[in-house]
């Protein structure tokens, strides 16, 4: 959202306001000069400010730049020359405040000359700010006089006392942990803990409750303690990716939501999909927003990129199971990506080219307030591929193309309101042309495009409300041919999503919101008859089936959430989704609930959680195709139950495991309605160091199980994107001077499959056909094993930076297998394996 990126730069502002960015500087001691000479002496010395680039990348040491400077006849600073480079921004900070030294000229024999000298500049990490606010808790009302007591990592306590107006500030303090108490005649104490980082202002609001609450009422509700963040989430389990974490992963390409293959509960993606698999649920059960809109696509064609790029994101919000009442029409996940706001204050421009892409991006101030960013994207490994297809001879010659683009405008109309216009889009093209002929006639071609065009305005209604409302349109074209079959959907959504949250009382916030999906759709197919449970495929040969048809559909939906604070630590949200689909004529009714305690106050933090609720996905367009489809259906459902604990040990390591069960009920079946059954469930951990200034890393592991029923007295069978073990570690290491290395390993079971056992020739079709064993996916291929590296190097100079980069998958080329090839008549069987190794090389310029 819009806030983060202001509260990075308010509080750098803050910094320089008070002072605090400080740094010695001083010429170093001169060789003895000859009689006749005089050493130039410093008349004006403007200073030099503790560089942003450090601040940004958190590196907080005393640092010393030595320079060899140039000055004219006239004292002036010509030339000035790092001795020892020191990166962090520290070498371009020094030679920009030397070049506006001021000296008084040296002099041989009374005459002056120019001189070239040895300088310092010593840079001394700011120290941090700690203020706040201490009010009433029942009516928000300042409390002045009251006492405020800080206990930092030295045991040294640090007091103060509060304004009329009830704030208070503290300066001095050294980096690390605190812990912050207030207390006032005649109310309760309150308490909490922070960790202060140099060059930050940190802000405490502490409310402090009467001793004698309402008889009516067992434990006074005390409200949580709002430092520079977000307030707790209404879901059982929220994952937040963090800028410098996805851009640097290696295996990703750096690419963000390519990052979220390595959480808890994600499925490795078959090969060439990029698919989003979600606590055991099919890939089409996961919704992806971009800024609450919703797109319907995650990634290009093979999965290499996503079509949103990482530098125009601010964080991804990840949901694997039991949202808000927010979200609905689906039963998988929810990936929310919010975009960041375009730079106010000056511009930026990236360019980037690596073996799969090129990118570019341009943003800063307009006229009137106004802010823009404008980015694009376009492979080209169309452009070596195909030629080195051709000239090898190959039977099949394929050439992949996609792009994406994205343009925002932004403005802020007061300090609590602001108004953002976006425009962005995809396209993919792949053309398979089959020149050697073979059982597929014809060519293959797969086009998918998209574009949204929307509005968002967001207000901080009062200091305890606050209102956001988005509007989008757009349209989605999907476009697949294989021989004579056809699949063509397109559609043109039209979308809305508003929501007034405000806090009623000192202990319970309400949220209304309402969520409208209109949609005109025009769907031709031209596709072989379904085929019913426990019927064999006819195989092809077939004579297709024709479907045409167009139409509207409307979806809306509203929810209502409660966040209740009944006693300390503990936070309840109950929550209510009615949704309505045209299709099925009929309401989906989905009552869900979540449940948070804190066990301690203070550090570290434990948190017991759960969560259960109804999720409802409406059936497609496809299950609905006139001539293809079936009537009367009504919409998946899937009951889903969680329960967990969060547990912080220390101020940088923090671990979490979720139990998951899902209940699913009235799966779409091909042929038979809604008689699907089906069951997920198994164990997340996530063990994870928080982002440092020089480490990041995780490791993550999912056990779960998978199953479906077709029919009403069939057993269960593994479903078809069941993975039993998920294990991915995660790390990366800034070793300085630009440098940054980092690994991933995985380990994943092998997708289920089902083995032909012999061959038989059907006449009817004329083709040969093969016998599948039943159950079905009674077999697995292996485990999926892969390592993956990534090296980063950086350059800066001054307002210019440039990168390279070297991401390269299965660094020891695992044959990782991925299909099973059989013969013709299901004799003799092979695996079909992966990529191999992929190096990609990559070189990065920008302008800031």
Excluded: C
């Amino acid at each position: 959202m819009f806030t983060s990126n202001a509260r990075s730069l308010a509080a750098l502002v803050s910094a320089l306001a008070l002072g605090s960015l400080a740094a010695r500087a001083g010429a170093l001691e001169p060789p003895p000069p000859s009689p006749d000479v005089v050493p130039p002496r410093l008349e004006s010395d403007p200073g030099v400010s503790y560089p942003a680039q450090a601040l940004e990348e958190r590196y907080f040491q005393p640092t010393t730049v030595l320079l060899v400077i140039e000055i004219d006849a006239e004292g002036a600073v010509t030339k000035a020359t790092v001795v020892e480079p020191r990166g962090h921004g520290f070498d371009e900070a020094a030679v920009a405040a030397a070049r506006r030294l001021r000296f008084e000229p040296a002099t041989r024999g009374g005459r002056a000359v120019a001189a070239r000298i040895g300088f310092r500049y010593d840079f001394v990490p700011p120290p941090p700010r700690l203020d706040g606010r201490v009010a009433t808790q029942a009516a928000d009302r300042a409390i002045g006089g009251a006492s405020v007591v800080v206990r930092d990592a030295q045991g040294e306590t640090h007091e103060t006392t509060t304004a009329e107006d009830g704030s208070w500030s503290l300066d001095g303090l050294p980096p690390g942990p605190v812990h912050v108490s207030a207390s006032a005649v005649n109310q309760n104490a309150e308490e909490a803990d922070e960790t202060l980082s140099p060059g930050e202002e940190t802000t405490v609001v502490l409310r402090l409750a009467s001793p004698k609450p309402p008889v009516a009422v067992a434990d006074e509700p005390v409200e949580e303690v709002t430092v520079r963040g977000t307030r707790p989430p209404r879901e059982v389990t929220k994952r937040t990716l963090e800028a410098q974490e996805i851009a640097r992963i290696p295996g990703t390409n750096g690419d963000a939501l390519r990052s979220l293959q390595n959480l808890p509960g994600v499925g490795l993606p078959p090969l060439f999909s990029g698919q989003l698999i979600v606590r055991g649920s099919a890939p089409g059960d996961t919704n992806i927003f971009v800024d609450g809109t919703g797109i319907p696509i995650a990634y290009h064609f093979g999965g290499l990129s996503s079509v949103i790029p990482t530098e125009v994101i601010d964080k991804i919000d990840f949901y694997p199971g039991n949202y808000s009442a927010e979200y609905g029409r689906g039963m998988g996940g929810v990936v929310d990506v919010d975009l960041r706001d375009p730079k106010k204050d000056d511009y930026h421009a990236l360019a980037q080219a690596d073996l799969i892409d090129l990118r570019v991006l341009a943003e800063g101030p307009i006229a009137g307030g106004w802010t823009f960013l404008a980015a694009g994207r376009r492979s080209w490994f169309d452009l070596y591929l195909t030629p080195i297809l051709t000239n090898a001879g190959a039977g099949v010659v394929a050439a992949p193309v996609y792009y994406d683009y994205q343009l925002m405008i932004q403005k802020d109309l007061d300090a609590h309101s602001s108004l953002r216009f976006l425009f962005l889009g995809s396209h993919d093209v792949l053309a398979v042309t089959n020149s050697g002929g073979g059982e597929v006639a014809g060519d293959i071609g797969l086009r998918t495009s998209f574009w949204r065009i929307q509005a968002r305005y967001e207000e901080r209604v009062s200091p305890d409300s606050e209102f956001r409302l988005t509007l989008a349109y757009g349209e989605d074209s999907f476009d697949a041919t294989l021989g004579t079959y056809l699949v063509n959907p397109a559609a043109r959504p039209l979308s809305g999503r508003g929501e007034y949250s405000a806090k009623v009382a000192p202990w319970l916030v309400a949220n209304v919101g309402f969520d409208v999906l209109y949609e005109w759709y025009d769907l031709n197919l031209q596709l072989p008859p379904p085929t019913p449970p426990g019927v064999p495929p006819g195989g092809p040969g077939q004579i297709p089936i024709q479907a045409r048809s167009s139409g509207t559909l409307a979806l809306p939906a509203a929810y209502a959430e409660l966040e209740v604070l009944p006693w300390r630590g503990a936070r309840f949200v109950p929550g209510l989704r009615l949704d309505y689909d045209t299709a099925t004529s009929a309401w989906d009714v989905a009552p869900r609930m979540t449940f948070r305690q804190d066990l301690f106050t203070g550090f570290p933090r434990t948190t017991l959680k759960a969560g259960a609720g109804l999720f409802y996905q409406p059936p497609t367009v496809f299950d609905t195709a006139p001539n293809y489809g079936q009537v009367a259906l009504v919409s998946n459902r899937d009951a889903q139950y969680d329960i967990g604990v969060e547990q912080e040990i220390t101020q940088q390591v923090e671990t979490s495991l979720d139990l998951f069960y899902k209940a699913m009920s009235d799966l779409v079946i091909a042929g038979s309605g809604n008689s699907g059954l089906g069951r997920a469930y198994g164990a997340e951990l996530l063990f994870r160091y928080k982002p440092d200034d020089h480490f990041f890393g995780w490791m993550s592991y999912t056990l779960s199980r998978s199953e479906r029923r077709s029919l009403p007295g069939q057993p269960f069978y593994l479903f078809q994107y069941d993975q039993t073990h998920i294990l991915t570690l995660v790390g990366s290491y800034k070793l300085g001077r630009g440098w940054q290395v980092g690994l991933r390993f995985r380990v994943v079971s092998g997708d289920p499959y089902t083995p032909m056992t012999y061959g038989a020739y059907n006449a009817t079709v004329g083709s040969q056909l093969g016998v599948s064993a039943f159950p079905p996916n009674g077999s697995r291929l292996p485990f999926f094993n892969a390592l993956d590296a990534r090296v980063d190097k950086e350059w800066v100079w001054g307002e210019w930076k440039l990168g390279l980069y070297l991401d390269v998958e299965n660094t020891y080329s695992a044959g990782n297998p991925f299909a099973i090839s059989y013969n013709y008549n299901f004799t003799q069987s092979a695996y079909v394996n992966g990529l191999p190794i992929l190096p990609i090389l990559g070189i990065r310029g920008e302008f800031r």
